[in-house]
């Protein structure tokens, strides 16, 4: 009775972790946890002749919570079986030949196709039933939409955004929260999006691994002559290598060496049979086929002493646990830091100062804690936020406990105002990214826009934290002092005043020709005077400039930079009052930007969209069937090339004279 009951609690906390992960976009327990409650149901499971109904070992998935149309699928889509020992994948193999790949850590999408072009895409869903994203499929960056083969075609693959991406898109895209914690969670999201808009500006890749059927293809009954048709087909595929018994080991191994580097999310390796007809031969359990299997990595775990938990405030106001323990060598470098996701974990771990601790690197690359041998907790939880002093609260949902900061004003949730600030157009400070502004922020390095300027007294705290070393923190110093020389414009808009953006601060800077004092007490009236500016965006401006606060700040910026004065000229604006819009490839410029730049520098303006308003559209290609050059078209705007506003613009000519 007793092991009964020990199975229904590890049930519903592997269920309630499967669901957090796959469903929420949330992680509520370390992966090595989870495999080895999962393992050690299993060995229950067969001890004692019991299986619960809602045993995960059963359950191939959860039900389908959004709102896209559902789909069941030809044949299940099941969980692959696994193992961490080497020579039980070799005992697998036995003396058959094997393809090895990467296990990509993404989102698993079926694709179909019928004459040529991709007719439906539907995700794994529960296993027996999908979601169907074929608009947003369609939207990804190296799916091909038609192939040559024209008979009917299934596969499967992986949807997965690069790890560089996904710290590119971390920095630019605003919409992304916290709910991202890796890669996978961002796909996942992306994918299932209702507005295939958002899925195709977070660059969704997908990498074919399984080919399900193809009318009329014989493949020798061979999956290594599948890949490479598939291929043919113009198909990208997860990385594999050809294996027997003999060189399954040192192949494992290459694919170890490429871990660190792999640009892909990767949680293992999959090995399949390449003989067709024998892996289909040995059917399939209820929740395993048995033609394939998935190996990860035996974990190197490490025993260390925690030396504290520091707590991290974020954007959203959550707080984090970050254990910070002796340093340990893992996986080739040296690791003293691990974030321990909320309370809830940190209190299942009953963490305390000087405990025991193991730690590993889950997919060899996120320090996480294993176990905690001594459990000598609990770590006390802070009742003020770090950053700002405030009293914090903890919250409670699905069963989670988390630590948030009351204050709104908290600096950690003025994280955008920050990276604004130091973004391309406006301060223009490399290096800066948003995950290094919040950890500067969440240390107490940054409190306010000056002090980003006064990071150089920080070296020893800085070249400690994890990413950064001598040379990134000089980089990093010298992009700071680079940026002190300004301008009005750059300062005006990254000071990020509402409806106040680039176009708008330049035509502000202008009308008072480039004077930050009359910049700075520009009044109301004196504002709507400019064409553009309306009494919205006067308003905000005017009280911007009031703010006890903001002034503070900005007089203790102005000592830290230095404003070149933009000269006027009177030489004439000769596209005064003329509004452009840009598409296609630039030749003559370096990017569009330029070109835009360029534009508002002689008087125009430039827009995004083609209007009745719009008086050019500039595009090289005037034949191209872009919805910009058909609007154009409809609306009687003229199409220009680059090369005829360069000429307008030596010339000094005013277009249409």
């Known amino acids: 009775m007793h092991q009964i009951q020990r199975m229904k609690q590890m049930v519903e906390r592997l269920n309630n972790a499967a669901r957090a992960y796959y469903q929420e976009n949330r992680e509520i327990m370390p992966n090595i946890e989870y495999d080895r409650l999962y393992d050690e149901l299993v060995l229950m499971e067969k001890e004692t002749g019991v299986v619960l109904s809602d045993s995960p070992t059963v359950r191939v998935g959860y039900e389908l919570l959004t709102g896209l149309p559902k789909e ?127 899925t195709a500006e977070r660059n969704v890749y997908y990498f074919a691994f399984a080919l399900v059927s193809s009318e009329g293809v014989d493949f020798n009954n061979s999956r290594l002559q599948q890949m490479i048709w598939l291929r043919k087909q113009g198909f990208d595929i997860a990385e594999y290598k050809e294996v027997d018994a003999a060189n399954l080991e040192e192949t494992v191994a290459w694919f170890a060496g490429k871990m660190e580097g792999n640009d892909l999310p990767a949680d293992g390796l999959v090995l399949t049979f390449d003989d067709i007809a024998y892996g289909q031969s040995l059917g399939r359990t209820a929740k395993f086929p048995k033609d394939a299997i998935a190996f990860k990595w035996q974990d190197e775990v490490m025993e260390t002493q925690l030396v504290k938990v520091e707590w991290s ?232 400039f009031n703010n006890e606060r903001n002034l503070s700040f900005l007089a203790e910026l102005m000592k830290e930079i230095k404003l070149e004065r933009i000269e006027t000229t009177s030489t004439g604006q000769p596209f005064e009052g003329i509004r452009f819009v840009i598409t296609g490839a630039v030749n003559e410029f370096s990017n569009r930007n330029e070109l835009k730049d360029t534009i508002e520098q002689k008087g125009g303006k430039v827009t995004d969209s083609v209007t009745s308003k719009t008086d050019y559209l500039i595009n090289n290609d005037k034949m191209s069937g872009s919805s910009k050059n058909r609007k154009a078209k409809e609306l009687g705007v003229p199409i220009i090339s680059e090369k005829q506003f360069l000429n307008w613009m030596v010339d000094g000519i005013k277009p249409g004279e």
């Open 72 to 198: 069941t699928h030809e044949s299940p889509m099941l969980s692959l079986d696994k193992t961490k020992d080497i020579h039980a994948l070799r005992e697998w193999l036995g003396n058959k030949k094997g393809l090895l790949s990467w296990k990509i850590d993404g989102l698993t999408i079926v694709l179909s196709y019928s004459d040529g072009k991709l007719s439906k895409a539907v995700t794994r869903g529960n296993g027996e039933v999908g979601e169907v994203v074929t608009n947003n499929v369609r939207v990804f960056k190296n799916v091909p939409l038609t192939i040559p083969y024209k008979g009917n075609l299934v596969l499967r693959g992986e949807a997965v955004i690069r790890y560089s991406d996904f710290e590119r898109m971390n920095r630019e895209i605003a919409d992304i929260n916290l709910k991202y914690k890796n890669p996978r969670n961002l796909c996942s999201g992306s994918v299932r999006q209702l507005n295939n808009r958002v």
């Open 313 to 544: 405030a974020s954007r959203t106001g959550l707080i984090n646990p970050i254990a910070v323990f002796e340093p340990v060598e893992l996986e080739g470098t040296t690791v003293q830091r691990a974030s321990v996701h909320n309370i809830s974990v940190m209190e299942g771990l009953e963490l305390g100062i000087g405990d025991t601790i193991r730690v590993y690197k889950a997919n060899m690359i996120i320090p996480q804690i294993s176990e905690n041998k001594t459990r000598s907790g609990p770590v006390a939880i802070p009742e003020q936020c770090p950053v700002c002093g405030h009293k914090t609260v903890i919250q409670q949902e699905n069963d989670v406990k988390s630590l948030f900061c009351t204050n709104e004003n908290c600096l950690a949730k003025q994280i955008k105002s920050f990276t604004h600030f130091v973004g391309r157009d406006a301060m223009g400070i490399d290096g800066l990214s948003e995950a290094t502004i919040e950890k500067f922020i969440s240390n107490g390095l940054i409190r306010e826009y000056a002090d980003i300027f006064r990071l150089e007294r920080y070296e020893n705290e800085i070249t400690q934290m994890e990413g950064f070393g001598i040379k990134s923190f000089r980089n990093l110093i010298d992009a700071i002092n680079k940026a002190r020389v300004t301008n009005a414009v750059r300062l005006l808009y990254s000071l990020g005043i509402p409806n106040i953006g680039l176009s708008n601060a330049k035509l502000i800077c202008k009308e008072f020709s480039y004077d930050w004092e009359q910049i700075q007490n520009a009044s109301r009236d004196q504002l709507l005077r400019i064409s553009g500016v309306g009494e919205v965006m006067a308003n905000e401006y005017v009280r911007f």
